[in-house]
Structure formats: structure tokens, C-alpha cells
């Protein structure tokens, strides 16, 4: 930190990461990411929840593939994806886990869109698209 013009301070980009840094953890110990952690060990310690999401992520990066060459769910292939889809619905664990995230990924897209605002600029909006995010 310096001073600067009509004796503001100013802060440095380490100073500035610093309070990133105190901010990270003020927000890690909101309710919304200490649920998201709990969910999030307890869909590791079920074993059979872990592997019914790890084919469910297998089989979405499957289909994302397919469309992306254009491809055509067969009959049987759309149904094996609804089944999937209810046994996902129907697992306690994995429920949990997925509100669980959406409301961490609610509270950090919340807070980073309050540093956008304050800061005067929106990067997500200039960044360039990729198939992996959103």
C-alpha cells in the first residue's frame, strides 16, 4: 500500500491479493460452502453414489460428443439416459450434493458479480466461450 493523489491510499497488487486471500476464507466458511463441503465428503465416503455420478459424467461427456459430430440418440440410447437421469434424481446423497453446489455456485457467481459491479468491469463478458464452462 502507498499513498497516492489527495493522500488516498493505494493498494498494490499484492495488497490486493492479500485481502482476496481473507476474503477466500471469509466465504469458505459461509453455510452454503461449509454444506457444499459436508455434501461433498459424504458423496466420496458412498461409494456407490461416487460411481453412479462418475457413469452419469461419463456418459453426458458421451453425448455432448456425439452432438457435437451431429449425431442421433437411438431409442434405447435415449432411454438409458432417462434411467440414469432418475437414478441420479432418486440417490439421497447425490441430491444432496447437487443443491449443495448450486447454492456454492450461486454465493461465488453472486459475490463475483458484486466485485464486477464495484470494480467497474465484467471480464466474464469479454472472455472467450469454451465447451467446459456453463
Do not use: H
Not at 28 to 43: D, I, K, N, V, W
Not at 64 to 78: C, E, I, L, T, W
Not at 96 to 116: G, H, K, M
Request: glycine fraction near 6%; charge should be positive; include cysteine.
Amino acid at each position: 500500500m502507498s499513498l497516492g493523489e489527495k493522500g488516498m491510499v493505494k493498494l498494490t497488487g499484492n495488497s490486493i491479493l492479500e485481502k482476496a486471500r481473507s476474503f477466500a476464507k471469509l466465504l469458505a466458511e459461509t453455510r452454503e460452502l461449509q454444506r457444499f463441503y459436508y455434501a461433498q465428503e459424504m458423496l466420496r465416503q458412498d461409494r456407490e453414489a461416487s460411481a453412479l455420478l462418475r457413469n452419469a459424467m461419463a456418459k453426458q461427456r458421451e453425448i455432448q460428443a456425439m452432438r457435437v459430430k451431429g449425431g442421433v440418440f437411438s431409442a434405447d440410447r435415449s432411454a438409458e439416459i432417462q434411467r440414469i437421469q432418475r437414478e441420479l434424481e432418486d440417490n439421497a446423497v447425490i441430491s444432496d450434493w447437487a443443491r449443495a453446489r448450486s447454492e456454492a455456485v450461486d454465493l461465488i457467481q453472486a459475490t463475483n458479480q458484486v466485485i464486477s459491479n464495484i470494480a467497474g468491469v465484467d471480464l466474464s463478458q469479454s472472455a472467450p466461450r469454451s465447451g467446459s464452462c456453463r
